[in-house]
């Protein structure tokens, strides 16, 4: 079994491959694992514990077809029966091309286009109708005068965040205006203006089979975060209502594929302010702690029998720390001039 | 000692930000065909820059688009949008395919009629419509799309001036959930204008309104808001047949459908964002099925331009000269420039090469031959060392650029089109001097010796 | 002069160990860096290129004069 994995930028702004690929390892060492690099100098592409064998892939913004070419060229040249994507800018091409991939013989366990498109903020109200939880007050805004009416209703404090990405607190209305020009800028419209909320915020992680079934779920709260806000030290929660809901997301929405949830909870109030359809770069936490969901996953894939059972301790603790790997410069050579990394001994 | 072939010499830093530079993908694109035909012999025979359009996928694409419309509401007629590309020979494929005339302005209307186009086969729409060119298309019964109050005056003098009654239709503006709406245009349904332009109408008793039109924006990556354009519009018609006691024949939902080009700042792909036909297609009838009432069915107008003729559009260039700018880049000039590049502006093109060249990548950019700064068709692209007179396909390019280019310093190069039985045939010549200097007056007493 | 020192290994990838830089480079680009550290002429290098390629000297000597800026600019040539 190869399957090729995609985010092995294992660096301080982590992607979930490396995570994935470790997921995977541990529960079956024979699987093989390709990472799909974006960078020569990925860490991932040096990990040889972990990653079998690196390709670099252009950018999703390139197309379709050049990726699509390289893991037609994997799957001849070295082997390859699934790929894990598991970056947001590659998703819509995935998604969009899962049945190609399906003819070719490479196989995904991905979202639908509707189910994708639940992720986009403007469809949050709704669905936290669905699953009977509180939103916040929003509103869509596509001028700076809609933007003023709606910061005046919503008053300061508010969040002014992008449909898709971003999101930032904005105090006055001049930051309100900073941020709903840069953000325009970068991913278009509508500007959502959101009155903030309090509490925690709380994840889950989990994956459904896509006929309405959870294949795991497991709760967190993330106790130290990065500067850019990436978990660092983290520990596991039993919310049951949170997890309901979770549950809840899976079932109503049939939903296909992995997911993280972001929710900001105070007590029983829960809000939800982020679908993220893929996996977290925290993934291994859940598999740390039982359940390995890139290998559910990968069952299902290929209807295997799989435990699928919810079942794990809360107040465990995932602590990331940093390891210095020394290596020979003749990887970074084979990347550099071949494209693609020799392949390891899996050790 | 055999000759071996040359590569020039390439040396790349491995640095993040050119991350890829020297790796040996992604793959050159190749290019070596237009609708069969070799480039190079077609560069060879006509020269370089040549803008070269390919006839058989300007059909096809007009048949599959007019499918997936007539397959859903068989009551459906394609306007050709001059603005989009007015020349002849492409103006008339579309003829040729059953598409009418869309103008927007008086030397447009001239043109459409100047290539046998029928006056009641033509829509004129627009912000200003000259009076002159208003007694024209009333006399030669020309679906007018009416903008302004102002221009509701001007038809009912001329309705005076012909002693009958003009047929008309309005243009209108309305909230479909697109930024910028573009509420320059025609009169706002939600404000209740529209509704209070068809009453002038109707009081004035010299027209007599049988169409409704609007168009929504441009480039349009959301077919929905067409669902929403279509159903706001419908039950207009509803509103003003049962009220006013017009008849209305037609609706025209403009056009404004994407190409398959790549947005500036939209980092997805096009063919990950952009619509298909189809979903405009389901968007449009979908919404005239629901509101539509009773059972007359009025005919759908289309003025669909861009998509129809982006992708059939190539422009070929070649390499002048290249030179390592301070920044290490490498920069190559090419003979073709932004001046007839307009869409440069919003669009980052597709690249192709029309030969396979060994080598690593490096990161480059594509220069024109204008004394200005501007002039850069590509900022940031992997490309192997090329060499003189290599070319380079830029594609899509057959909206707008034909229309919008300028002649600023140079003269505008030929435009061929490649026929569907393989011809090919020159469709615009190249400028001279007398082209530029014929409309020009050198008074007397500054005439050089 | 750094180009003496660069350690080019068979892929045409480059190591330069006084600054730790690291550079991809094509088979004429290694000729060349060969022929300059050893104090060839310009000249006789574009002549041993057109010799070598199906290349003109003008063309040949052309490439080499942009080679040497590039490799100014990367802090190769002095």
């Known amino acids: 079994m190869i399957v090729a994995i995609s985010g092995v930028n294992d660096t301080d702004n982590p992607g979930p491959g490396i995570g994935v690929a470790r997921s995977l390892k541990e529960a079956d060492s024979s699987i093989k694992t390709v990472g799909l690099s974006y960078d020569v100098q990925d860490p991932g592409n040096f990990m040889d514990f972990v990653i079998d064998k690196s390709y670099v892939l252009t950018y999703p913004s390139q197309g379709w077809e050049p990726i699509f070419n390289r893991l037609l060229y994997i799957k001849e040249s070295y082997g390859l029966d699934a790929v894990i994507p598991t970056l947001d800018a590659e998703l819509p091409s995935y998604i969009k091309y899962q049945d190609d991939l399906k003819e070719a013989g490479i196989k995904t366990f991905l979202p639908n286009l509707e189910q994708f498109e639940l992720r986009s903020k403007e469809n949050l109200g709704d669905i936290s109708e669905v699953l009977e939880i509180s939103y916040p007050k929003t509103k869509k805004v596509f001028n700076i005068d809609q933007l003023k009416k709606a910061v005046n209703e919503i008053g300061f404090p508010c969040v002014v965040k992008g449909n898709y990405y971003k999101a930032y607190k904005a105090k006055s209305l001049p930051e309100a205006v900073y941020y709903f020009t840069e953000i325009s800028n970068e991913w278009g419209f509508p500007i959502l203006v959101q009155e903030i909320v309090k509490g925690d915020e709380l994840n889950v992680i989990g994956a459904g089979d896509g006929k309405g079934n959870s294949l795991g779920l497991v709760a967190i709260k993330k106790m130290t975060t990065t500067h850019l806000g990436k978990i660092w030290n983290g520990v596991t929660i039993k919310h049951e209502k949170l997890l309901k809901v979770a549950e809840d997301f899976v079932g109503k929405y049939k939903w296909k594929g992995p997911f993280e949830l972001e929710c900001i909870v105070d007590e029983d109030n829960i809000i939800l302010i982020e679908i993220n359809p893929r996996f977290p770069a925290w993934v291994y936490f859940a598999t740390g702690v039982g359940v390995n969901l890139p290998k559910r996953v990968l069952d299902v894939m290929f209807d295997k029998n799989s435990d699928m059972s919810g079942d794990y301790e809360s107040g465990k603790m995932m602590v990331r720390y940093t390891y210095e790997l020394i290596t020979d410069i003749d990887k970074l050579s084979e990347l550099a001039t071949k494209g693609e990394s020799n392949g390891y001994k899996n050790l | 000692m055999a000759i071996k072939t040359y590569e020039k010499p390439t040396i790349i830093k491995v640095e993040s930000s050119h991350s890829k530079a020297g790796v040996p993908m992604p793959k050159q694109k190749i290019r070596k065909k237009i609708g069969g035909v070799a480039i190079d012999e077609m560069v060879e025979r006509f020269g370089s820059p040549l803008f070269i359009f390919d006839e058989k996928a300007i059909r096809e694409k007009y048949r599959s688009a007019y499918e997936a419309f007539s397959s859903r509401y068989p009551n459906v007629q394609f306007g050709w949008s001059y603005k989009t590309n007015y020349l002849k020979a492409v103006c008339a494929v579309f003829h040729q395919e059953g598409a009418i005339a869309e103008v927007v302005s008086e030397f447009e209307y001239e043109k459409a009629r100047e290539l046998g186009i029928e006056g009641k086969d033509i829509i004129y729409n627009g912000p200003y419509k000259p009076y002159d060119s208003l007694v024209t298309a009333a006399k030669e019964g020309a679906k007018i799309h009416i903008d302004t109050f102002d221009e509701i005056n001007d038809l009912e003098k001329v309705a005076d001036e012909l002693g009958s009654e003009i047929p008309v239709a309005i243009r209108l503006n309305m909230d479909t959930g697109i930024y910028p709406q573009w509420s320059r245009f025609g009169f706002n349904i939600e404000s209740g204008q529209a509704m209070d332009a068809v009453k002038r109408i109707k009081a004035g008793g010299k027209l007599r309104l049988t169409g409704l039109h609007a168009h929504i924006g441009t480039f349009m990556l959301d077919a929905n808001a067409y669902k929403v354009e279509t159903t706001k519009m419908v039950r207009l018609m509803n509103e003003v047949e049962e009220k006013v006691g017009f008849t209305i024949e037609y609706i025209d939902v403009g056009g404004g459908f994407a190409s398959k080009n790549h947005l500036r700042g939209i980092y997805q792909p096009p063919e990950v964002v952009v619509p298909t036909i189809d979903d405009y297609a389901e968007a449009i009838t979908s919404a005239l099925y629901e509101n539509i009432r009773g059972n007359s069915y009025p005919k759908l107008y289309l003025e669909t331009g861009r998509h129809l003729i982006d992708e059939a559009g190539y422009l070929v260039t070649s390499v002048v000269a290249s030179k390592t700018l301070p920044d290490s880049r490498r920069s190559y000039i090419v003979d073709a420039g932004v001046n007839l590049l307009y869409t440069y502006f919003w669009y980052k093109f597709n690249i192709e090469l029309t030969r396979e060249i060994s080598g690593i990548s490096e990161p480059a950019m594509i220069n024109g031959p204008l004394c200005m700064n501007i002039d850069v068709i590509d900022e940031s692209i992997l490309l192997p060392r090329l060499r003189r007179g290599d070319k380079l396909v830029i594609s899509p390019v057959g909206a707008y650029n034909i229309t919008q280019w300028m002649q600023f310093i140079r003269y505008r190069p030929r435009v061929l089109m490649v026929t569907e039985d393989g011809n090919v045939e020159l469709i615009r010549e190249r400028e001279e001097l007398s082209d530029i200097e014929n409309r020009e007056i050198l008074p007397e007493k500054l005439k050089l010796k | ?78």
């Open chain 3, 1 to 78: 002069m750094r180009i003496e020192n660069l350690a080019v290994n068979k892929n045409g990838f480059a190591f330069d160990p006084t600054s730790g830089e690291t550079f991809t480079l094509n088979e004429t680009a290694k000729e060349i860096i060969e022929d300059l550290a050893r104090g060839v002429e310009e000249k006789e290098i574009a002549k041993k290129l057109s010799e070598e390629y199906d290349v003109t000297q003008e063309e040949a000597l052309n490439d080499v004069l942009d080679f040497k800026e590039k490799l100014k600019l990367y802090g190769l040539l002095p």
